[in-house]
């Protein structure tokens, strides 16, 4: 199913689309303010294997798996970031979120703030979720700054500890738990 937003269609990734994904992380002029040596020694640019272990493929399958899943951000029939979600959790009515842009020519336009909108109305509607997390490193402050547009709030920096125990992995020294909740269900 599409998803439409004032600017961007979220496209539910396919098979296919998870390579580029994946070079867009790994290999494009935003993974420096992403990952790796020499801004984020604590955060190595992840093996195919390792993304992989990250993103299944059921996010990239038509029904998911319940828990997460990968769109693609189009403009104008154009592929310019992901956007996903991931534990999916009705009990404690929250979703993890991640998001990245292609290049760098793709950010400044509000496409990310439009698709993090859009998918959270989404999956409000669809899931009855209100609360909504996403954790950059405090370091993408261009990050946090489309994150803060968006609606989402800075709550606290996360040790590697909490962040394990919240969501089974660690990603950076210093993430920031940014949360964005919807008032009605």
Request: with cysteine; net charge negative; charged share 30%.
């Amino acid at each position: 199913m599409k998803i439409f937003g004032k600017k961007v269609e979220l496209q539910p990734a396919q098979e296919s689309d998870r390579k580029p994904i994946f070079m867009w992380l790994t290999q494009s002029d935003l993974t420096s303010s992403l990952m790796g040596p020499p801004d984020y020694p604590d955060h190595s640019i992840p093996s195919w294997e390792e993304f992989c272990d990250d993103y299944p493929l059921s996010f990239f399958n038509p029904d998911g798996d319940g828990k997460g899943r990968n769109y693609m951000i189009v403009v104008k029939d154009e592929q310019v970031g992901t956007i996903g979600y991931d534990l999916l959790d009705k009990n404690k009515d929250q979703v993890v979120l991640d998001m990245w842009m292609r290049e760098e020519k793709y950010c400044s336009h509000g496409y990310g703030i439009d698709a993090l909108n859009s998918l959270c109305s989404y999956i409000n509607k669809a899931y009855d979720i209100s609360t909504f997390i996403i954790s950059p490193s405090i370091r993408n402050k261009r990050a946090i700054a489309a994150y803060e547009k968006s609606g989402f709030e800075c709550i606290k920096i996360l040790s590697k500890e909490e962040q394990i125990k919240e969501f089974g992995q660690a990603e950076y020294d210093d993430n920031m738990l940014m949360i964005r909740r919807f008032a009605e269900k």
